[in-house]
């Protein structure tokens, strides 16, 4: 019996097609690493902001210092003493948020200066400080820890830390410092990984690997484990003084960060919070300098 059609043994008629899903599968795989990379790289690479004003703009009297990091960077840093004769052993230090500097606290200084010494200074890669880079958390330790040995080369040695967002976020993890008594975040994210998936929201289910590329990014180039390394982390484990400030309608760090560091600080007797009904990311409520003022005289004198 013969057939009417011969038949190539071994061809595959649909090999062709299959060979373009593979080639456009690995391009999208591919440009979209590169796409997470190159995100990355913006994040970690933020625009310099310089305002300009300076702690004489509020009649205040300080000092232009430097700060040397134990990696090796100079920071710029306003030391504004208290305007008395006696030696004070308590001080504050204000760390600016992401991607501001440090003159960006001083109308808060200038408050707070009536009761202590004051330290401002620019995080690595913010301002007029030294730095490529910023890590959002794991290098800007150093960076608070030379700002900690500045004020203690001045003899003070109870020391209360308030920041602004990222600056929060650095003094809560810092926070196990025997330097540091007590820790004010305002407006903090709770850990790296939800703020990247409310960053990357509405590309819906494309968030996911970003975010863990996010972290492998950051595993790679900083050693950096986002999850262990994180202010909710930490704050689980402190039974320090530690103030929690949060706007309900914060568009850029949600509310969600402040109900995680809430539930990471229920068995903390020495936490307290304030959660604003409203208000934008960085719009302190009416009454935030006496909030601020008076949790650190509670737990400084």
């Given at each position: 019996m013969t057939?009417?059609?011969?038949?190539?043994?071994?061809?595959?008629?649909?090999?062709p097609?299959?060979?373009?899903v593979?080639?456009?599968?690995s391009i999208f795989i591919?440009?979209?690493?590169?796409v997470s990379?190159?995100a990355?790289?913006?994040?970690?690479?933020p625009?310099k902001?310089i305002i300009?004003?300076?702690?004489?703009t509020?009649?205040l009297?300080?000092?232009?210092i430097?700060?040397?990091?134990e990696?090796?960077?100079?920071?710029?840093?306003w030391f504004?003493?208290?305007p008395?004769h006696k030696?004070?052993t308590?001080?504050l230090?204000?760390?600016?948020?992401y991607?501001?500097?440090?003159?960006?606290?001083l109308?808060?200084?200038?408050?707070?200066?009536?009761?202590?010494?004051?330290?401002?200074?620019?995080?690595?890669?913010f301002?007029k400080s030294?730095?490529g880079?910023?890590t959002?958390?794991k290098?800007?330790?150093?960076?608070l820890e030379?700002?900690l040995?500045?004020?203690?080369s001045?003899?003070?040695?109870?020391i209360?830390?308030f920041?602004?967002?990222?600056?929060?976020?650095?003094?809560?993890i810092?926070?196990?410092?025997p330097?540091i008594?007590?820790?004010?975040?305002y407006a903090g994210?709770?850990?790296?990984?939800l703020l990247g998936h409310e960053a990357?929201?509405n590309?819906?289910?494309l968030?996911?690997?970003?975010?863990?590329?996010?972290?492998?990014w950051?595993?790679?180039?900083?050693d950096?484990?986002?999850d262990?390394?994180s202010?909710?982390?930490?704050?689980?484990?402190?039974?320090?003084?530690i103030?929690?400030i949060?706007n309900?309608?914060?568009?850029?760090i949600?509310?969600?960060?402040a109900?995680?560091?809430?539930e990471?600080?229920?068995?903390?007797?020495?936490?307290q919070?304030?959660?604003?009904e409203?208000g934008?990311?960085g719009?302190f409520p009416d009454?935030?300098?006496?909030?601020i003022?008076?949790?650190?005289?509670?737990?400084?004198?």
């Amino acid at each position: 019996m013969t057939l009417s059609k011969s038949v190539v043994l071994g061809s595959n008629p649909s090999t062709p097609a299959m060979n373009k899903v593979l080639l456009y599968t690995s391009i999208f795989i591919v440009g979209f690493i590169g796409v997470s990379l190159w995100a990355f790289w913006l994040i970690t690479h933020p625009p310099k902001i310089i305002i300009g004003t300076t702690p004489k703009t509020l009649g205040l009297k300080y000092e232009d210092i430097e700060l040397k990091t134990e990696d090796g960077l100079a920071l710029s840093a306003w030391f504004i003493p208290i305007p008395n004769h006696k030696l004070p052993t308590s001080a504050l230090i204000l760390i600016h948020g992401y991607p501001a500097e440090k003159a960006n606290l001083l109308p808060l200084a200038k408050v707070l200066s009536i009761k202590y010494s004051i330290l401002l200074f620019d995080m690595r890669s913010f301002g007029k400080s030294e730095g490529g880079y910023t890590t959002l958390g794991k290098y800007e330790l150093l960076d608070l820890e030379a700002a900690l040995d500045f004020l203690e080369s001045r003899g003070y040695d109870k020391i209360g830390v308030f920041g602004f967002s990222l600056g929060g976020a650095v003094g809560i993890i810092k926070s196990d410092d025997p330097r540091i008594y007590a820790v004010a975040s305002y407006a903090g994210f709770s850990n790296l990984r939800l703020l990247g998936h409310e960053a990357y929201k509405n590309l819906w289910v494309l968030k996911y690997p970003l975010v863990e590329l996010l972290a492998f990014w950051n595993k790679i180039f900083f050693d950096y484990d986002i999850d262990v390394l994180s202010p909710q982390n930490v704050a689980a484990k402190t039974r320090k003084p530690i103030f929690i400030i949060h706007n309900k309608e914060d568009e850029q760090i949600s509310f969600a960060h402040a109900e995680g560091l809430k539930e990471a600080l229920k068995n903390n007797p020495k936490a307290q919070f304030y959660f604003e009904e409203g208000g934008a990311h960085g719009l302190f409520p009416d009454n935030f300098d006496e909030l601020i003022l008076e949790f650190f005289i509670k737990n400084l004198d």
